[in-house]
C-alpha cells in the first residue's frame, strides 16, 4: 500500500484577523492561506467566539499573536499570562504562536505599548528564560518578532542584529521578522535596510510580517518613522521581502498587517499580489 | 549591565510626563536617585533624547486609545 505522499512545504501568504476584514477576507479565502489572530483579542473571548474561531481555523489557516507578555524582560513572564496562550491555543486549533522581543511593563508599570529593553547580555539571558518558559507552559515553541522602536534603546551595548542573533540561537527559536519594523529602525537610526537585513539570522526565519507608518515630527526638527499598520506597506518593505527571497531559501509564511483606515479587501489582495511577486522574485533571483 | 530596576526606570520615563522632563534636564543626577549603578547612569546621561520624548509621547497615544475607546489589543501595537 502506497504510503500518502508528503506535502512539499511551500511558501504562505495571508492577512492579520480584525473583525473590520472579517467579510473581505471570509470572501476570498481562495486568495489567503492563513490569517494571524491577535491572541489578546481573545483571552476573555465567550464560548461562542473560541468556537467561531475553530470552525475558521478548520477553512484556513490560523495562527496567534501575541502582543502582551513581555518576553525580553529581564523580570520572568506571568505563568498565568501564558497559561491564557495555551488555552487559547487548544480551543481555536491554532497551528503556532509568536510573540514580540519587547518589555512591556516593570516595577507594576504598565508601558501599554511594546518597548525596547536595553540591547544588553541581561536581557538576552532575560528573553532566553522567558522563551523557555512559554515553550514548557504553553506546549509549543514561539516565533519571536523584532519590534519597531523610534527611541534608540538606552544603555545598550549590542546592536540590534546581534542583540537578535544572540536571542534566536541562545533560545533556539525561529524568528518572525517584521520588514517594516527593519526598516523603520533603519532608517531612524542611520542604518542601511539591506545591510541590517544581511546581518540577521536569516536561516532562522519562518514567517514576515509587513505593514506600514508614517513620519512624524519630535523635538529640534527631528522625524522619525512610525510603524503604525494604518497605511499601505510601502516599496522599500516589498523591495526587502525580494531579497529576503533571494537569501533564505526555506518556506516563508508572510503576513499583512492592518490595523486602522482599513481600505477595501481588494486593496490589501493586491498587496498580497505583490508580496507574491516581491518573494518569487527573489527566489529566483537565487536560482 | 540592564536590569529590573533599569526596566523599572525606562518604564517611568515612557509613562511618567513629569519624570520624563526630569530626566532630560538632570540625566544623571535622576537616574542616580533612582538607585541606578555607574556604569547605567552614565549610559543614560548619553541616551538618545529626542528618541525618549517621541516614544514616550506616542506610548501615550496608545494608552489613551485603549482607555478611551476600549480599542481591542491589536490597537495597543499599531
Known sequence: MAGAAAVEPRDQFGLGWRPELAAGILAHLDRIDLIEVIADDYFDAAGHDLRALRTLAAQVGMVLHGVSLGLASTAPVASRRLDRIARLIQATGAEGWSEHLAFVRAGGVEIGHLAAPPRSEASIEGACRNIDCAARIVGCVPLVENIATLVAPPVSHLDEAEWIERIVRGAGVNLLLDLHNLYANAVNFGDDPHTLLRRLPLDRVASVHLSGGHWIDGPNGARRLLDDHVHDVPAEAFALLRELGRLAPQPLTVIIERDGRYPPIARLLDQLDTARAALAAGREAAA | ?78
Not at chain 2, 41 to 55: E, T
Open chain 2, 1 to 78: 549591565m540592564s536590569s529590573p530596576a533599569l526596566e523599572e526606570f525606562l518604564a517611568r520615563l515612557y509613562t511618567d510626563e513629569p519624570a520624563l522632563a526630569e530626566f532630560l534636564q538632570m540625566p544623571t543626577e535622576t537616574a542616580r536617585a533612582a538607585g541606578l549603578g555607574d556604569a547605567e547612569v552614565s549610559a543614560l546621561a548619553g541616551a538618545d533624547h529626542i528618541g525618549l520624548v517621541m516614544a514616550a509621547a506616542s506610548f501615550r497615544v496608545k494608552r489613551q486609545r485603549r482607555k478611551i475607546r476600549h480599542w481591542p489589543w491589536h490597537w495597543w501595537r499599531g
